[in-house]
């Protein structure tokens, strides 16, 4: 079952000036609000490639919970035509009745409102998922 939240320390941090960052409080809502709408997407190609390895069964994989955010240090205003955000995403499975959590980053053209998500960070994934599934 897909369940997207959003983090309380997230609120908090939305309350904090983010002046200093060179971002308004509006726009960094707005981009927010984006990120968590783009990682569904950004999953569905995490989990296209996990299905795609011979090495998992990909039946045994189920969604736990999906939770992203804005990030703020690798996001910068460049111009409106090519504006991307960054975000930042945790997606939570289970696979053989194990949990396996992986950590992910992911762009949104704000303009398209496209997610773009690299083939080496889905890659990434990829490896990393085996590895918890060996450890575990």
């Known amino acids: 079952m897909?369940?997207?939240?959003?983090?309380?320390?997230?609120?908090m941090a939305l309350s904090y000036p983010v002046y200093a960052n060179g971002f308004q409080v509006e726009e960094v809502r707005q981009w927010d609000a984006m990120c968590r709408e783009g990682a569904?997407?950004?999953?569905?190609?995490?989990?296209?490639?996990?299905?795609?390895?011979?090495?998992?069964?990909w039946t045994e994989i189920e969604l736990v919970e999906i939770e992203s955010r804005f990030n703020y240090t690798d996001t910068s205003t460049i111009g409106e035509e090519e504006q991307r955000v960054?975000?930042?995403?945790?997606?939570?499975?289970?696979?053989?009745?194990?949990?396996?959590?992986?950590?992910?980053?992911?762009?949104?053209?704000?303009t398209e409102m496209e997610t773009l998500s690299r083939v080496d960070v889905t890659e990434r994934a990829v490896i990393d998922f085996m590895v918890r599934v060996m450890v575990n």
Do not use: G, M
């Not at 897909?2 to 609120?11: A, H, M, Q, T, Y």
């Not at 569904?40 to 069964?57: K, M, Q, T």
């Not at 960054?86 to 704000?110: G, M, R």
């Open 86 to 110: 960054n975000c930042d995403v945790i997606i939570s499975y289970t696979y053989q009745n194990k949990p396996i959590t992986l950590s992910s980053v992911y762009q949104v053209a704000t």
């Open 2 to 11: 897909k369940r997207l939240r959003v983090p309380i320390l997230l609120s």
């Open 40 to 57: 569904a997407n950004h999953e569905r190609r995490i989990f296209d490639a996990l299905s795609n390895s011979e090495y998992i069964d």
